[in-house]
């Protein structure tokens, strides 16, 4: 008879049985006074540090809430990350956008990385791992122009007393083009829009990300806002995802089909859905108008890169739509990271009107 191996809890709660060494902390806005005004405001043009960390640790998880009667104040207020003393932020992403739908709204949808939970998703989470050595600085900028800004927050890590080796840092980075360069619709008929022409190199794609080092791509969340009136099928996607990793020549290695094949959906379409690693919490309105999101998350599958990175996606087939578009990379890589591009001033941040 075989004999039995050493006990092993398996299945993907089995690490919650291993006993660990660290402590467990926490940052928040609660009232110092004793009271329950537990937050903090945020005048316009001030930046508020949520928190500076000193030693090694690791942010396991991070809530907001936010209120302001200013319109678009998620898309106003910036979110900065720095780690181990770090002059230029690893994250800087507007405030909404980072918790994964964009357009500076908030609805409940559910994801393992990133979720929106009730009233309204206004409870913003994230439970990305964020790993520093030595400190790290979180930081809130108000850009907005006339009202406060009500933060609530939790930040909870982990501290050690050394961080373990070949850990990279977090890193978030938006972008957005506001329209995409495409062709004029009415000098095609509608096959000829949706398959005409060929990309063979992939360089008019729109872009989610650039980095130099080592490191891995973790995902992507994609805000599209369909600017187009066409009467026929006005798909906003046939968009081949293209992922060029360490100076590779088109065609890359990682070369997809379509924009909903590569956020693991299919044939168009237009019903919310979500789950751990993909989904869709907005879809549009009838004809794939008005604002959609999506997200897909590298979780199972990270693409890992030595030298360089650039994720893209094709703007309709051959790059020949014209949408407003933005989105948020997430990965991690060794320090130090190539400069984010300048993030927008407010005013072009801002979403258009629906």
């Known amino acids: ?36 005004l ?19 640790g690791c942010i396991t998880h991070i809530w907001f809430t936010t209120d302001s009667k200013e319109q678009y104040h998620l898309r106003k207020a910036v979110l900065r990350m720095y780690w181990d003393g770090e002059k230029r932020p690893s994250v800087e992403v507007p405030l909404g956008d980072f918790f994964g739908l964009g357009h500076a709204e908030t609805k409940n949808f ?25 400190s790290a600085r979180i930081e809130v900028q108000s850009e907005l122009a006339e009202h406060e800004l009500i933060l609530y ?9 050394e961080l373990e080796e070949n850990l990279g840092r977090f890193h978030a980075q938006w972008r957005r083009v506001n329209p995409t360069k495409g062709v004029d619709v009415n000098s095609m008929t509608p096959y000829e829009f949706a398959f005409s022409g060929k990309n063979l190199t992939g360089k008019d794609n729109y872009v989610i990300l650039e980095a130099r080092g080592h490191g891995h791509y ?5 805000y599209i806002h369909n600017l187009l009136r066409i009467h026929d099928t006005n798909w906003y996607g046939e968009g081949d995802d293209m992922i060029f990793i360490d100076g590779e020549q088109w065609p890359p290695s990682l070369h997809g089909t379509g924009t909903e094949d590569y956020f693991c959906t299919a044939w168009s379409p237009l019903e919310e859905f979500c789950s ?5 919490p907005m879809a549009g309105g009838k004809n794939w108008s008005g604002k959609i999101s999506l997200y897909r998350f590298h979780i199972a599958d990270p ?4 030298q360089s990175i650039r994720v893209t996606i094709e703007h309709g087939h051959d790059n020949h739509r014209s949408d407003d578009i933005a989105s948020v990379a997430y990965w991690y890589q060794a320090e130090p990271h190539q400069p984010f591009p300048r ?5 072009r941040r801002l979403p258009r009107p629906e």
């Open 1 to 36: 008879m075989m004999g039995l191996a050493k006990g092993l809890p398996g299945g993907p709660l089995a690490d919650l049985a291993r006993l660990r060494h660290c402590r467990r902390k926490r940052l928040s806005s609660y009232d110092r006074t004793g009271g329950n």
């Open 38 to 56: 537990d937050r903090i405001t945020i005048a316009p043009g001030e930046t508020a540090v949520l928190g500076e960390i000193v030693g090694a």
């Open 110 to 134: 559910v994801s393992l990385p990133l979720v929106m939970a009730p009233r309204d998703g206004k409870a913003l989470n994230c439970f990305f791992p964020m790993p520093f050595s030595q």
């Open 153 to 161: 927050y939790y930040i909870d890590y982990e501290e050690y007393d």
């Open 218 to 222: 973790v995902g992507c969340t994609l």
């Open 276 to 280: 751990p690693f993909f989904g869709i």
């Open 303 to 306: 693409i890992t890169f030595h």
């Open 343 to 347: 993030l927008p001033p407010v005013a």
